[in-house]
């Protein structure tokens, strides 16, 4: 059964660069029926998809925040990390990371981080 | 981009009823639809995927629908224990971008 945890910072200040780190205990990063993947949800809002990223590095990200997310992977560490420049107040969420059977549906969660994005 | 549109955003149904919750792709997707669960303050929880095929352990009373832009779940006898919000998401092959639904918050009446 595959575990993963978020780990970072809970508090950023404006204009900086978040960055969140995942654990993966209970199988292996570089599993072939896996991708790996960034997931927000605003206080009181929907969920979004960030950007999902393959053991051999291969990434795809969300369109509407492809400019400031880079995601990638520490295969010897079963890790995988977000980066997310130039954040704001709107930036303010949960974030999870989860597994993607084939890159498709979510399959397991982290219990999620709360980043305030604050001065 | 394929945009996801679910109905109702919310509704209140009394235990036992059957309810339903649509999804609308913008575009048509096949088949490439996922269902999750999140209960208040919770993890999101995978109910569905394919469209129609229930993840292990879930109960039999969810079920999903649907091909091409129309999709829907259905629970076939609401429980106290189904009060939470449901989302939709599609999943692509090319390119590989996930997009979820708005939600409907599902209440007991």
């Known amino acids: 059964q595959l575990q993963l945890q978020e780990s970072g910072p809970g508090l950023v200040k404006p204009s900086e660069t978040l960055s969140l780190t995942c654990t993966v205990s209970g199988g292996s990063i570089s599993s072939s029926s896996y991708y790996w993947g960034w997931i927000r949800q605003p206080p009181g809002k929907g969920l979004e998809w960030i950007g999902s990223?393959?053991?051999?590095?291969?990434?795809y990200y969300n369109p509407s925040l492809k400019s400031r997310v880079t995601i990638s992977v520490d295969t010897s560490k079963n890790q995988f990390s977000l980066k997310l420049s130039s954040v704001t107040a709107a930036d303010t969420a949960v974030y999870y990371c989860a597994s993607l059977y084939s890159s498709s549906w979510l399959v397991s969660w982290g219990q999620g981080t709360l980043v305030t994005v604050s001065s | 981009d394929i945009q996801m549109t679910q109905s109702p955003s919310s509704l209140s149904a009394s235990v036992g009823d059957r309810v339903t919750i649509t999804c609308r792709a913008s575009?048509?997707?096949?088949?490439?639809l996922a269902w999750y669960q999140q209960k208040p303050g919770k993890v999101p929880k995978l109910l569905i995927y394919?469209?129609?095929t229930l993840q292990s352990g879930v109960p039999s009373r969810f079920s999903g629908s649907g091909s091409g832009t129309d999709f829907t779940l259905t629970i076939s006898s609401l429980q106290p224990e189904d009060v939470a919000t449901y989302y939709c998401?599609?999943?692509?092959?090319?390119?590989?971008?996930?997009?979820f639904g708005g939600g409907t918050k599902v209440e007991i009446k």
């Open positions: 990223i393959y053991y051999s590095g291969s990434t």
């Open positions: 575009q048509g997707i096949s088949n490439y």
């Open positions: 394919a469209a129609s």
């Open positions: 998401q599609k999943y692509n092959s090319a390119p590989r971008e996930l997009t």
